[in-house]
């Protein structure tokens, strides 16, 4: 179906106003969208192309049951046209629902399998999903079909540098800026190899992109972040921030983050959880091993360890805990916090063993295994519940340093990292919640302290192990020399030893001074100050 069939039945003003939206949606702009869509919107509210623009434009915005229930009725009206499926599967995506949103694409694949899009977007979930060998290919159709793909060769860049071929990484990122100069992903790919620098040419390139007319939100905010790096490695903090400043506040114009509804949702969950029953079969889950924490608080390096011993496999940051709940709020037509209170003991080892049957595949060649989410943090009640003999390993760092790497990193989606007062009150929840849950249950909950790793390697190591329940191995110690593929901004890191030297927030001075201030800490210099 063209796209000409897809404005039958609009007139010509509003059929004006379809093709401003998808220009304004394409560079990532909703409320510039939202200002186009109106028109058509006034005339046509039913019109299934309307209806999709509008589920980009809430998908943008974080508005994910309004952007599936607009795609809903839109497919209903043109069930067959593969365009839909793929925006459909993407909404669903942004929301998590990643079985969902695999079914939808694979869908859109099946009507029109020379659509290059669908095929790169179905990689991208399938990466989410920590399924890599079913996202490479499906990522290498994308290619065959498209060799000019940016997104998609920029992927396969990515799975190099997962893999630990730094060299084949940045040749393929080259390949894509050498095409695509406003590139934004393949820029923010070069940065995240924190071995190689980005160059002082770079800098320049990276400069002229971002002025470049042609260059989209989603790609200015990656080059903003990679400009930043750059400019932090060439020891010019100031400009760095700036350029850290400007990116956030791109993607803070598209949707803000609720710190008053972020807790009152998280006091109704502990409400709920603190009271919960759990699973009838104590038993559940005692080879899983969950490793959660805010990000860049050294969730992955909890995980090399471990999976460095040969009961363990590392999975990575696997989807299966929040898929599982998802499933049984759709099953039961509710959120889950107004049906985990009426869970019996049968339930929710129903639901344990439904994760557990999510996850086999990482049994199949170690006995054990970490999942290693970091936002599982949020889920530490219903994990205790579903899976009571889980272990459960909360990783914490220095505030200030945990605070100004997420800032620094180019998280898609995690909206608290946009600015200082967001950054402090999401940690300051992560800090109750972790140390409410740590009083609950100290037994199966362990507080492994990143800077109290790096002083005693080898006491905290043991202790870790021991916690794990796991005998001591002295490749734990060196799991610097494992070969496994890690998939986190901090694979490089955990391919070398523990280092004394990774704070930075000394680096920036006062110029971090708000976000001290956000987090009840001393400012710079002052008496009481102590990085």
């Known amino acids: 179906m063209n796209a000409n069939s ?3 039945g609009l007139t010509p003003a509003a059929a004006q106003c379809i093709v401003a939206t998808a220009h304004a949606l394409e560079a990532g702009r909703p409320d510039d969208a939202a200002r186009a869509l109106a028109g058509a919107l006034a005339s046509h509210p039913e019109h299934p192309e309307a209806l999709r623009l509008e589920a980009g434009i809430f998908t943008l915005r974080g508005q994910h049951a309004q952007a599936a229930a607009a795609m809903q009725r839109a497919l209903a009206q ?10 459909y599967g993407n909404v669903l995506a942004d929301a998590g629902e990643f079985d969902a949103a695999i079914a939808a694409l694979r869908r859109a694949c099946e009507l029109k399998p020379d659509f290059a899009a669908a095929w790169y977007n179905l990689g991208i979930v399938l990466v989410r999903c920590v399924r890599y060998r079913e996202a490479e290919a499906a990522l290498r159709r994308a290619l065959a079909i498209d060799p000019r793909n940016a997104g998609a060769r920029a992927q396969l860049a990515d799975a190099l540098k997962v893999a630990g071929d730094n060299d084949a990484a940045i040749a393929e990122y080259r390949k894509v800026l050498a095409a695509h100069p406003g590139a934004g992903m393949a820029w923010w790919g070069l940065a995240n190899i924190k071995t190689v620098p980005l160059t002082m040419a770079d800098v320049e390139s990276l400069r002229a992109a971002l002025h470049d007319a042609r260059a989209g939100d989603d790609d200015r905010i990656a080059m903003g972040f990679a400009l930043a790096r750059a400019l932090d490695d060439q020891g010019r903090p100031g400009e760095s921030l700036q350029a850290l400043a400007q990116a956030n506040a791109i993607a803070r114009r598209r949707r803000t983050w609720d710190a008053a509804s972020f807790d009152a949702h998280l006091a109704t969950m502990d409400a709920v959880l603190a009271r919960a029953s759990g699973a009838d079969d104590p038993a559940l889950g005692g080879h899983v091993i969950f490793v959660v924490g805010l990000p860049r608080s050294g969730t992955t390096l909890a995980e090399q360890i471990l999976a460095s011993h040969s009961q363990v496999e590392g999975a990575g940051e696997l989807p299966d805990l929040t898929l599982t709940l998802n499933e049984e709020s759709r099953r039961r037509g509710a959120p889950f916090a107004q049906w985990a209170a009426t869970l019996a003991p049968a339930d929710w080892s129903r639901l344990g063993r439904r994760y557990l049957e999510r996850t086999a595949y990482w049994c199949e060649r170690k006995p054990r295994f970490v999942d290693k989410m970091p936002n599982n943090w949020i889920q530490i009640g219903a ?10 390993v909360v990783c914490r760092r220095d505030a200030l ?3 100004l790497s997420c800032y620094r990193q180019h ?19 992560f800090d109750r919640t972790a140390r409410a849950w740590q009083v609950r249950c100290p037994r199966s909950l362990r507080l492994h302290d990143y800077e109290a790793l790096v002083a005693e390697p080898a006491t905290q190591i043991r202790e870790l192990l021991d916690f794990c329940g796991l005998p001591f191995e002295e490749a734990c110690l060196r799991f610097h020399e494992s070969a496994r593929a890690v998939r986190s901004p901090s694979a490089a890191q955990v391919r070398q030893p523990l280092r004394a030297d990774t704070a930075r927030a000394g680096d920036y001075g006062a110029l971090l001074d708000p976000l001290r201030v956000a987090l009840g800490l001393p400012k710079f210099g002052s008496a009481a100050h102590a990085d």
């Open 401 to 403: 340093e945990t605070c």
């Open 383 to 392: 994990i205790r519940a579903m899976l009571p003999a889980a272990r459960i």
């Open 411 to 429: 998280f898609a989606g995690n909206d608290w990292t946009r600015d200082f007062a967001d950054l402090a009150a999401y940690w300051h929840a």
């Open 78 to 87: 043109r069930p067959h046209d593969a365009l839909y499926h793929n925006t």
């Open 6 to 8: 897809r404005l039958a």
